[in-house]
């Protein structure tokens, strides 16, 4: 798989359920970052974890990081109809001036 | 609060035209980017650009492209003699400097259709 695989790659919930979705990538990082992209409109940038991180938490979003397994996850709880978008993880590696490899995103869509 | 714009939002144009696609950053970062997603794909890295040059492309990034930061505000991605495959939304990203890879800010993006 390419740095920055996310899985699964469609999620389709209710309302009041959690989403999860999990990024897996291969090299050495600085950190990972979410994003979330409605469709056809920009990136908008959820929550960052550096790699001396392993959980960080957000409002109703709830981020982990392994580094040993190159693993990181997405929760996000009490889901929204608004919460329908797509979810990327992008990953700074090591040996990059800062830019980003992002996976092929989760499309995730919340029916109230 | 700071963002990150760019312009136009949508720009159709005909094979083989040049296109330039504007950004403005955020004021005080550093770093600069542009990335772009062809319809239903991943988000695909292009450039960075750093102390006025590039200090990262991508194999995507090929003679046909060049960035500017022409006045010290715009970041401009130049496509000379466009091609069909270069249909694409097209991202501007900036971000502060410092030790650690902080957040990139991402720009709304300009829709390029090449006809």
């Known amino acids: 798989s390419q740095q920055g695989e996310e899985d699964p790659q469609a999620l389709s919930i209710q309302e009041g359920e959690n989403a999860t979705m999990n990024c897996s990538y291969k090299?050495?990082?600085?950190?990972l970052q979410w994003y979330r992209q409605n469709s056809g409109r920009g990136l908008v940038h959820l929550i960052l974890i550096r790699s001396n991180e392993r959980e960080k938490h957000s409002g109703r979003l709830r981020v982990t990081l392994d580094t040993s397994k190159k693993s990181s996850s997405l929760l996000i709880t009490a889901s929204r109809a608004a919460d329908t978008a797509s979810y990327f993880c992008?990953?700074?590696?090591?040996?990059?001036?800062?830019?980003?490899?992002f996976g092929a995103g989760t499309q995730v869509v919340v029916t109230p | 609060e700071p963002e990150v714009t760019q312009t136009p939002s949508h720009q159709v144009t005909q094979m083989g035209q040049e296109v330039i696609l504007r950004c403005v950053p955020i004021s005080n970062h550093l770093y600069f980017y542009w990335y772009r997603q062809i319809l239903g794909q991943k988000v695909e890295f292009l450039v960075s650009f750093y102390n006025n040059e590039i200090s990262e492309k991508s194999e995507i990034f090929d003679d046909q492209f060049s960035v500017e930061r022409p006045d010290g505000s715009n970041f401009t991605l130049k496509i000379r003699s466009t091609k069909l495959e270069d249909s694409a939304m097209y991202f501007c990203a900036s971000r502060m400097g410092g030790s650690s890879y902080n957040e990139q800010f991402f720009g709304p993006g300009t829709r390029l259709t090449v006809l």
């Open positions: 090299t050495s990082i600085n950190n």
């Open positions: 992008a990953t700074v590696p090591t040996d990059s001036w800062g830019k980003f490899q």
